[in-house]
């Protein structure tokens, strides 16, 4: 089954600073029949003016995965950690039993653009801990390059949930197929762009939910920027 999640269905937030779209349920956003999908829990698609950002603030037992598509976006956090996203940066950090962060754009004039990701950890209260990662352009376009997964395999962040986690860029020439294992479950969102997935034309923030499917094809792309998580059900 194909489930189709249109961009201009989700929920919306303008804060002045911040303007965001939820893919799922999240702060004053709530919708019943969008609160996740199997362990994903959160696609915030975030866009922050310059020389803004979040406060220090709290998270725990989640996973929190960042994936920068414009700008510059600094962090800070009660580990001791500092860093500054850029594009191709992908930020894993795990709550567990704690932590405070805080996140903000790191250039006054230039807005950053994100999306923040959060998943349900097979375990909770571990040790908080944090990494990153710098994926090229090069080794995303025209196929899929794992990003995240359980054992950080093929140097991948790793993540506390039996969840893979792919991003593509492909053109009008690429066709890409993908096999999905019985019992899986597949979550694609289009961060930018157009595509085809078995058939169905998903625009810049569609999502399509997949369930009981065996493959699926990805062509017709047009500047296309995607990723897809491969995740238990």
């Given at each position: 089954?194909?489930?189709?999640?249109?961009?201009?269905?989700?929920?919306?937030?303008?804060?002045?600073?911040?303007?965001?779209?939820?893919?799922?349920?999240?702060?004053?956003?709530?919708?019943?029949?969008?609160?996740?999908?199997?362990?994903?829990?959160?696609?915030?698609?975030?866009?922050?003016?310059?020389?803004?950002?979040?406060?220090?603030?709290?998270?725990?037992?989640?996973?929190?995965?960042?994936?920068?598509?414009?700008?510059?976006l600094e962090h800070q956090d009660s580990m001791?950690?500092?860093?500054?996203?850029?594009?191709?940066?992908?930020?894993?950090?795990?709550?567990?039993?704690?932590?405070?962060?805080?996140?903000?754009?790191?250039?006054?004039?230039?807005?950053?653009?994100?999306?923040?990701?959060?998943?349900?950890?097979?375990?909770?209260?571990?040790?908080?801990?944090?990494?990153?990662?710098?994926?090229?352009?090069?080794?995303?376009?025209?196929?899929?390059?794992?990003?995240?997964?359980?054992?950080?395999?093929d140097g991948s962040v790793t993540i506390h949930?039996?969840?893979?986690?792919?991003?593509?860029?492909?053109?009008?020439?690429?066709?890409?197929?993908?096999?999905?294992?019985?019992?899986?479950?597949?979550?694609?969102?289009?961060?930018?762009?157009?595509?085809?997935?078995?058939?169905?034309?998903?625009?810049?923030?569609?999502?399509?939910?997949?369930?009981?499917?065996?493959?699926?094809?990805?062509?017709?792309?047009?500047?296309?920027?995607?990723?897809?998580?491969?995740?238990?059900?």
């Amino acid at each position: 089954m194909l489930e189709v999640r249109k961009s201009s269905d989700r929920g919306y937030a303008n804060h002045g600073w911040l303007v965001a779209r939820h893919s799922f349920s999240f702060a004053d956003y709530y919708d019943p029949a969008h609160m996740g999908f199997a362990a994903l829990r959160v696609i915030n698609e975030d866009v922050v003016s310059g020389g803004k950002g979040f406060g220090t603030h709290g998270h725990k037992d989640m996973e929190i995965v960042t994936y920068v598509l414009a700008g510059a976006l600094e962090h800070q956090d009660s580990m001791g950690n500092t860093s500054v996203l850029h594009y191709g940066d992908v930020q894993r950090m795990s709550a567990g039993k704690g932590v405070r962060h805080s996140e903000y754009n790191h250039d006054a004039t230039t807005p950053v653009h994100l999306l923040q990701i959060w998943l349900t950890p097979h375990t909770i209260g571990i040790e908080p801990s944090y990494e990153e990662k710098h994926f090229d352009l090069a080794s995303k376009q025209h196929q899929l390059r794992l990003i995240a997964s359980p054992n950080g395999r093929d140097g991948s962040v790793t993540i506390h949930q039996d969840a893979l986690i792919y991003a593509g860029i492909l053109g009008e020439s690429d066709r890409m197929s993908y096999e999905i294992a019985p019992g899986r479950l597949v979550y694609l969102h289009l961060a930018r762009g157009a595509l085809c997935v078995n058939g169905v034309r998903l625009l810049a923030g569609d999502a399509l939910k997949i369930s009981d499917v065996s493959a699926l094809l990805i062509n017709d792309a047009e500047d296309a920027e995607h990723l897809l998580f491969d995740m238990g059900a």
